[in-house]
T-cell receptor, first 117, second 117 residues
Framework: AQSVAQPEDQVNVAEGNPLTVKCTYS??????LFWYVQYPNRGLQFLLK??????LVKGSYGFEAEFNKSQTSFHLKKPSALVSDSALYFC???????????????FGAGTILRVKS | GAVVSQHPSRVICKSGTSVKIECRSL??????MFWYRQFPKKSLMLMAT?????????EQGVEKDKFLINHASLTLSTLTVTSAHPEDSSFYIC?????????????FGAGTRLSVL
């Protein structure tokens, strides 16, 4: 079964400091990994993805994520947080080799990021 | 990124009435669209997968007669909440998978806030 864990309900960081939002995953085959951000009363916005290739993936708004196969992690990072980064962040995984779940995207529970000035 | 349009953004209706929500992929053709429900401060719950030209695939526990899905064209899927009740009040989000991009990124609509009185 494929699953995603976001161990932190909330992450607090001061503006200008680096931020990390954690994500670990479990799949039977090889994963496609995604990060999305959701602002209040809005849909999800795509930030970045890992399909193959370089483990460090760069995305929108200065965010990046590092795929670590041995640790089955895909943590979201940003070198310098902005107050405007405050939002709800979702990690998601799709198992590309198995059809057990119909190739569906499975989401983590979400992590609230609060950046304080 | 690709654009998915969802309408209406907010709807208030009386108990017992039906509500239709539209989801359109504006710049790509989507053979597959997804409907999610999101409760406050919770992750997304996949309700059903909408397939163009065929019946939707519903997740376990989702009443197909309650939540009617029609995917009549490659750019439009609709979700109709029939005989709505207060417990159906929620945030509904649609998503469409863009086949043009590696990894088939899913893009999301802005969501519909349904309030049933």
């Amino acid at each position: 079964a494929q699953s995603v864990a976001q161990p932190e309900d909330q992450v607090n960081v001061a503006e200008g400091n680096p931020l990390t939002v954690k994500c670990t995953y479990s799949v039977s085959g090889n994963p496609y990994l995604f990060w999305y951000v959701q602002y209040p009363n809005r849909g999800l916005q795509f930030l970045l993805k890992y399909i193959t290739g370089d483990n460090l993936v760069k995305g929108s708004y200065g965010f990046e994520a590092e795929f670590n196969k041995s640790q089955t992690s895909f943590h979201l990072k940003k070198p310098s947080a902005l107050v405007s980064d405050s939002a709800l962040y979702f990690c998601a995984v799709r198992d590309i080799l198995t059809m057990e779940y119909g190739n569906k995207l499975v989401f983590g529970a979400g992590t609230i990021l609060r950046v304080k000035s | 990124g690709a654009v998915v349009s969802q309408h209406p953004s907010r709807v208030i209706c009386k108990s017992g009435t039906s509500v239709k929500i539209e989801c359109r992929s504006l710049d790509f053709q989507a053979t597959t669209m997804f409907w999610y429900r999101q409760f406050p401060k919770k992750s997304l719950m996949l309700m059903a997968t909408s397939n163009e030209g065929s019946k939707a695939t519903y997740e376990q526990g989702v009443e197909k007669d309650k939540f009617l899905i029609n995917h009549a064209s490659l750019t439009l899927s609709t979700l109709t909440v029939t005989s709505a009740h207060p417990e159906d009040s929620s945030f509904y989000i649609c998503s469409a998978r863009d086949p043009r991009q590696g990894g088939n990124i899913q893009y999301f609509g802005a969501g519909t806030r349904l309030s049933v009185l």
